[in-house]
């Protein structure tokens, strides 16, 4: 079992940038697809990025894509997510998660495919 742990979250004002990371316990952390998600209040999870084993292969959500890069260093079984040019509507609290199996299509865009949670980390962005 794989256990993940965020890090990261804070405060930062508009236009400006975090880096979250995901440390992640268990030997099986290089064969897992890896992905980010944030939960605003009243709203559904939402997927962000995705990332391969050997981090050759990234998905991104159109809402994002350009300003973050999710990234993977099996090495040191942590996850990355560098978040640019944040927006106030991002304030949400942001999860990584992994997911054992491969599916076919866009499926590492749903969240329930996903079989290992992080706990949240907090990201607030000022106006």
């Known amino acids: 079992q794989v256990q993940l742990v965020e890090s990261g979250g804070g405060l930062v004002q508009a236009g400006g940038s975090l880096r979250l990371s995901c440390a992640a316990s268990g030997r099986t952390f290089s064969r897992n697809i890896m992905g980010w998600f944030r939960q605003a209040p009243g709203k559904e999870r939402e997927f962000l990025a995705a990332?391969?084993?050997?981090?050759?292969?990234?998905e991104y959500a159109g809402s994002v894509k350009g300003r973050f890069t999710i990234s993977r260093d099996n090495a040191k079984n942590t996850m990355y997510l560098q978040m640019n040019s944040l927006k106030s509507e991002e304030t949400a609290v942001y999860y990584c998660?992994?997911?054992?199996?491969?599916?076919?299509?866009?499926?590492?865009?749903?969240?329930?495919?996903?079989?290992?949670w992080g706990q949240g980390t907090q990201v607030t962005v000022s106006s």
């Open positions: 998660a992994g997911a054992t199996s491969w599916y076919g299509g866009d499926w590492y865009r749903s969240s329930v495919k996903y079989d290992y």
């Open positions: 990332i391969g084993w050997s981090a050759g292969s990234t």
